[in-house]
């Protein structure tokens, strides 16, 4: 069964940290890693990653994918309150199949 | 900028009704996703769609239904609706290959069954 577990559920900064979200997958015919930002609503999408080693980056955020290990790290450096989000890491097969992590809960205390 | 729209965006019933959450996409996309979200918690696949007349059931079992007779619309109907079934419906689609991106989601239908 395809599975995307994130790691921490939550987390909680002060305003300035930086932090690394962890997602590890197991999915067959994997296609590509996605990083999703969650406030209220809908998620909005930040990252689609398909090759292992190449940095993608936006800004403070910026995430990796390593096929090897099966893992994706997302980065935030100078976090600020804004940042504060679930962010879901996502996996997409290549029938177009997505399936989501449960998110990491980051709050960025000011 | 994405067109994706669903409604209601809020209802609230009571239980044993029969609801349809709409979804519709003006882009011509042919895959269309249906998620759930409790809140605070992951999204879980419930149906998805490759086009016109398929449908595939997700990873979550759901007493949802969902039909796909034209492309722009995905609607997700529950035949008789239950307490459990209060939640968050998103919806969403994906474009056609090659793509820079990837889905685009529509704002959401919060489910409340009394």
């Known amino acids: 069964e395809d599975k995307v577990v994130q790691s921490p559920l939550s987390l909680v900064v002060h305003e300035g940290d930086t932090v690394t979200l962890n997602c590890s997958y197991e999915?067959?015919?994997?296609?590509?890693l996605l990083w999703y930002k969650q406030e209220k609503k809908a998620p909005t999408f930040l990252f689609m990653l398909?090759?292992?080693?190449i940095e993608k980056k936006s800004g403070r955020l910026s995430s990796i994918l390593d096929k090897k290990e099966l893992s994706s790290i997302l980065n935030i450096t100078a976090t600020q309150t804004g940042d504060s989000a679930i962010y879901l890491c996502?996996?997409?097969?290549?029938?177009?199949?997505?399936?989501f992590g449960k998110g990491t809960r980051l709050h960025i205390l000011p | 900028e994405a067109d994706i729209y669903q409604t209601p965006r809020y209802l609230v019933i009571g239980t044993g009704k029969k609801i349809t959450l709409e979804c519709s996409q003006t882009?011509?996309?042919?895959?269309m996703y249906w998620y759930q979200q409790d809140p605070g918690m992951e999204l879980h696949l419930i149906h998805y769609?490759?086009?016109?007349?398929?449908?595939e059931k997700g990873d979550l079992s759901s007493e949802s239904t969902v039909s796909r007779i034209r492309t722009e619309h995905f609607p997700l109907t529950l035949e008789s609706a239950r307490p459990s079934h209060t939640s968050q419906y998103l919806c969403?689609?994906?474009?056609?290959?090659?793509?820079?991106?990837?889905?685009?989601f529509g704002p959401g239908t919060r489910l409340t069954v009394l």
């Open positions: 996502a996996v997409e097969d290549r029938d177009d199949k997505i399936i």
């Open positions: 999915v067959t015919n994997f296609r590509s």
């Open positions: 398909t090759s292992s080693g």
């Open positions: 882009m011509g996309h042919d895959k």
């Open positions: 769609s490759y086009g016109v007349n398929s449908t």
């Open positions: 969403a689609s994906l474009p056609p290959r090659p793509r820079g991106d990837t889905q685009y």
